[in-house]
């Protein structure tokens, strides 16, 4: 049976995603998918969902969710204090709600992202074998007032509370961010290397699921490269010296020189900060 | 074959970027075709994507390359005993384009700019023959090579809030159909009425890197009769086989 979950208010910004739409870039869509995979998959473990199950990613401000069936529900990531019907809900364990319940979120204690899983996994469309919401593709790309999710809802299976589990979350806090060399690494001097490693880059303001800025910029006089492939986690670097983090609705080429690639592990760390927040690169080999 | 190319090296955790000599040019596009047939080929039971630009490839693994040094060193001998064959037949595709002063809002300054009559644009830019190099940027953006020089033109200083979906437009020596309405800094002269990328449906594109095509222009009438057959399911956009 399907359930219906109803957005009284939708908050910030918060979207439907799962790991994104892998094998389509070629037509120059962008991947999408939890901009957090580490924390979404902790929703939907708790749960004992699949992995793969769509989630709700919620930024900053949590909107506030009407249960129209029973649920059984996890959220993992960002800690955007959850309530159901104003009572405090803990992160990362199974919380069951009852039918005509409502969930909210109030203030922001740390990190960025917010993942909601259901039990049995929202059921939104599905498009080019993806749920993830992209302006263009998906028919929403942002919860609306009055919208109404499906999920699954089966009473009679049992979630029961996934012991083993034992969720990290230093990462969240933790302004170190793992990345290998881009591939234009090696065309930067030993001093740019150097400062790469040993500066503190704040947050810049232009922050969303398409890329993130850092608000220092690193002086250079590189060209511009033939138009090349780029990926989440490629850090570009513009001739007036900005460095752009690619995140997972970038666009699928660039010509900006690709200085850094971070780690799964750095992109999950760099959704969880905020404006303002700072970072630290740890260059690491391959 | 040049010593230093191709570059084959890992990028993040889960992909290999190979990159041949810096060159925008068709032959480099063959050779890049090829090799991305023969990576294909390659990976037959192991699920990866293999992205094509203009001098590179992207192998885009499902997860975690394990051993991603065995992985590098397996391209290599790949590409190393290659011998690079006959060029893949090419298909052409003919685009309408209406190239109205209402679908076309700055066909009158590229005209006034450049001392050129519309019509004489127009033809330019209907007669070449143009190479479809890859997509990106946008879902459904194909990169074409083969625009006149004369009709090479600056973008704006400041981009357009809103472009049409399906405007064609001219950006330095590109020139593109806009697959969706965005906003974006290209010179638009025109629209075509054939959506490029469908939404939903496999592939969502039907011409691919190594194509052609060929713009007709259209009138405003002959551009609503197109649209409406769009719109009903009677226009079918068809492939002619490309002789050169």
Redesign the interface.
């Known amino acids: 049976m399907m359930g219906e979950i109803e957005v009284l208010q939708p908050g910030l910004f918060s979207t439907i995603q799962d790991y994104g739409r892998m094998g389509f870039q070629k037509y120059g869509v962008p991947l999408s998918g939890a901009m957090d995979t580490y924390a979404a998959k902790t929703a939907n473990l708790v749960l004992r969902n699949k992995v793969s199950d769509a989630v709700l990613e919620i930024t900053q401000m949590g909107p506030k969710l009407k249960f129209h069936q029973p649920a059984k529900i996890a959220i993992a990531g960002a800690d955007l204090s959850p309530r159901v019907e104003g009572r405090a809900v803990a992160q990362n364990s199974v919380v069951k709600i009852n039918s005509g319940e409502v969930l909210s979120f109030g203030r922001r204690k740390i990190g960025c992202r917010a993942y909601l899983a259901v039990k049995g996994g929202f059921k939104t469309e599905s498009i080019f074998e993806s749920r993830s919401w992209y302006e263009g593709i998906t028919t929403y790309f942002k919860l609306e007032k009055g919208l109404k999710l499906a999920f699954e809802a089966n009473e009679k299976e049992k979630a029961e509370i996934n012991a083993g589990l034992k969720p990290l979350q230093d990462y969240i806090r933790s302004g170190e961010i793992e990345v290998y060399p881009g591939p234009e690494y090696d065309v930067l001097c030993d001093a740019q290397k150097l400062l790469l490693e040993k500066t503190e880059y704040g947050i810049g303001k232009n922050n969303n699921r398409m890329a993130i800025q850092l608000a220092e910029p690193l002086v250079n006089e590189l060209d511009a490269i033939i138009t090349g492939p780029v990926l989440p986690g490629t850090v570009q670097l513009t001739p007036s010296g900005k460095m752009i983090v690619l995140m997972k609705d970038a666009q699928t080429t660039g010509g900006y020189p690709r200085i850094l690639q971070l780690s799964e592990k750095g992109m999950n760390a760099l959704a969880q900060k905020v404006m303002g927040d700072r970072i630290k690169f740890k260059l690491r080999p391959y | 074959m040049n010593q230093e190319f191709p570059k084959i090296?890992?990028?993040?955790?889960r992909?290999i970027?190979v990159?041949f000599e810096?060159?925008?040019s068709e032959v480099m596009l063959q050779k890049v075709l090829f090799y991305k047939d023969k990576t294909e080929v390659f990976y037959d039971e192991v699920?990866v994507?293999?992205?094509?630009?203009?001098?590179?490839l992207?192998i885009?693994y499902?997860s975690y390359i394990e051993d991603?040094y065995g992985e590098v060193s397996a391209l290599e001998k790949l590409f190393k005993n290659a011998n690079i064959a006959e060029t893949a037949e090419a298909r052409l595709f003919k685009l309408p384009v209406c190239y109205s002063s209402k679908l076309g809002p700055d066909m009158e300054l590229i005209s006034s700019e450049k001392k050129m009559e519309p019509e004489e644009i127009i033809r330019l830019h209907s007669e070449a023959i143009y190479t479809v190099y890859?997509?990106?940027?946008?879902?459904?953006?194909l990169?074409l090579g083969g625009l006149d020089e004369k009709l090479h033109f600056p973008r704006k200083n400041e981009p357009r809030l809103k472009i049409e979906k399906g405007a064609v437009g001219i950006g330095g020596k590109q020139t593109g159909i806009y697959?969706?309405s965005s906003p974006g800094g290209w010179q638009i002269i025109g629209n075509c009425p054939v959506p490029v990328?469908v939404?939903?449906k496999l592939?969502?594109?039907e011409i691919s890197a190594g194509d052609k095509i060929k713009f007709y222009p259209v009138s405003e009438a002959e551009f609503e009769k197109i649209s409406e057959e769009i719109n009903t399911g009677k226009f079918n956009l068809k492939a002619e086989k490309y002789d050169g």
């Open positions: 090296k890992p990028m993040g955790e992909a970027l990159q810096p060159e925008i699920k994507e293999v992205i094509n630009t203009y001098n590179s992207l885009n499902e991603v890859f997509a990106g940027f946008l879902p459904g953006f990169y697959p969706k990328f939404k939903n592939p969502p594109i």
